[in-house]
Nanobody
Framework: QVQLVESGGGLAQPGGSLRLSCAAS????????MSWYRQAPGKVRELVASISRFSSIRNYADSVKGRFTISRDNAQNTVYLQMNSLKPDDTAVYYCNARLGNFDYWGQGTQVTVSS
């Protein structure tokens, strides 16, 4: 079955960095685009970044452009989110997403907290 397992969240200071990883299994990873979403308390889940199958197309939310970088390693079935210059507004649970046909698969989420 499809599994997405996120890791790498934690506490960071404003201006700091974190790198999230999402290990995928149960499907042919290289044939699907992948995305990262986040959900802050009391807010709707929002798209943070997405990456095409072979990394040729990457899209970012305006709020993270220039600070976050999405990447993937198809040999390792893993997608990453490098987060730099973190701000308190980046505090949220971050979710890995794979859309297979008409169905969305989600990981369990990893908490990112940005605070001094």
């Amino acid at each position: 079955q499809v599994q997405l397992v996120e890791s790498g969240g934690g506490l960071a200071q404003p201006g700091g960095s974190l790198r999230l990883s999402c290990a995928a299994s149960g499907f042919t990873f290289s044939t699907y685009p992948m995305s990262w979403y986040r959900q802050a308390p009391g807010k709707v889940r929002e798209l943070v970044a997405s990456i095409s199958r072979f990394s040729s197309i990457r899209n970012y939310a305006d709020s993270v452009k220039g600070r976050f970088t999405i990447s993937r390693d198809n040999a390792q079935n893993t997608v990453y989110l490098q987060m730099n210059s973190l701000k308190p507004d980046d505090t949220a649970v971050y979710y890995c997403n794979a859309r297979l046909g008409n169905f969305d698969y989600w990981g369990q989420g990893t908490q990112v907290t940005v605070s001094s």
